[in-house]
């Protein structure tokens, strides 16, 4: 009984380590392939403008305490 509970322990751990193994071996291929991919297509960097208007930040404060007594 005791051997055929270490069979299964083994055969458990085995089937783990396999497929830790075949996941590692996925993730790395994927991320080659994927770096590849940048490579050929590049991402496009997006310019973000500033605000046109900008608030103060003795303003901000008043309006959102001004919201925040509201709510209550």
Request: hydrophobic share 55%; aromatic share 4%; glycine share 8%.
């Given at each position: 009984m005791l051997n055929e509970g270490c069979i299964l322990m083994a055969t458990g751990m085995g089937t783990v380590f396999s497929f830790l193994i075949i996941l590692w071996f996925a993730?790395?291929?994927?991320?080659?392939?994927?770096?590849y991919l940048n490579k050929i297509f590049p991402e496009q960097i997006q310019n973000v403008s500033k605000?046109?208007?900008?608030?103060?930040?003795?303003?901000?404060?008043?309006?959102?305490?001004?919201?925040?007594k509201y709510r209550k």
């Open positions: 993730v790395s291929c994927m991320s080659k392939f994927v770096g605000p046109l208007k900008t608030i103060d930040n003795g303003a901000e404060l008043a309006i959102a305490i001004a919201a925040a």
